[in-house]
């Protein structure tokens, strides 16, 4: 697997990445590892809103959005 960081290409002022040359079982090890990442934001999420402490409360749109990029990621792949 090779990544290419294409710096004249931005996309809300990032670098594009370029993944070339993967291979099937390197493309499934990301997929599994993106979901897994997936499932512990979920738990997380759940965590911080049962919690009564107010600084776990911050972390909640933090938290959501980042599921949101995930499963948009995820669905892209798959």
């Not at 670098?15 to 990442?37: F, P």
């Amino acid at each position: 697997m090779k990544v290419n960081i294409n710096r004249t290409n931005t996309v809300k002022g990032y670098a594009t990445r370029d993944i070339t040359n993967i291979e099937v079982e390197e493309y499934t090890e990301i997929v599994i590892c993106l979901k897994i990442r997936l499932e512990t934001l979920e738990e997380k999420n759940k965590e911080y809103k049962k919690s009564d402490d107010e600084r776990l409360k911050k972390f909640i749109p933090n938290t959501e959005s980042e599921i949101k990029k995930l499963t948009k990621i995820i669905e892209i792949l798959q």
